[in-house]
């Protein structure tokens, strides 16, 4: 996890950072690996880079919808997750929304408080939803169990 394995082309590299003691409060839009530490109030999109990564660490907090090719999580998201690549979490990653996969892995430990939805690659494109994935899915339902009886 963390990064060791490089899958569909994520990127590895940090190009932006927003530090343990920042808060931003805006829209962010961004080329490359971003790497949170501190805050992030407002949504958070990769619309032109289909190798995008977004690294939320252990003291990370994005209140917010992200919609990232790639999403790493060890901290706290408020808000929908939207990768047409995959997501990990880690072991101390807190998730409030719903989360829109293609490729998931989860660590002992992590919480969704939410859905997990997957949906193809190709539908999520480029940073932009759906309607396939926006409309809010149905829970499983289990049909009644036939009785057999002899007569």
Not at 25 to 40: A, N, S
Not at 45 to 67: H, K
Not at 95 to 107: I, K, P, R, T
Request: zero cysteines; hydrophobic letters at 40%; proline letters at 3%.
């Amino acid at each position: 996890m963390w990064g060791s394995k490089n899958k569909k082309g994520a990127s590895k590299r940090i190009d932006s950072l927003v530090g343990n003691s920042t808060k931003i409060k805006g829209d962010v839009d961004f080329i490359g690996g971003l790497l949170v530490d501190g805050k992030v109030i407002g949504n958070i999109t990769a619309t032109e880079d289909e190798n995008a990564t977004i690294t939320i660490s252990e003291n990370g907090y994005v209140q917010g919808e992200i919609q990232i090719p790639n999403i790493i999580i060890n901290g706290t998201v408020e808000g929908n997750v939207y990768a047409s690549n995959n997501v990990e979490l880690a072991k101390k990653a807190r998730v409030f929304g719903n989360v829109y996969y293609n490729l998931f892995e989860m660590a002992m430990g992590a919480e969704v408080n939410g859905n997990l939805v997957h949906v193809a690659d190709d539908h999520i494109a480029k940073g932009k939803a759906t309607a396939s994935i926006e409309a809010k899915p149905e829970p499983a339902r289990l049909e009644e169990p036939e009785v057999l009886t002899n007569n």
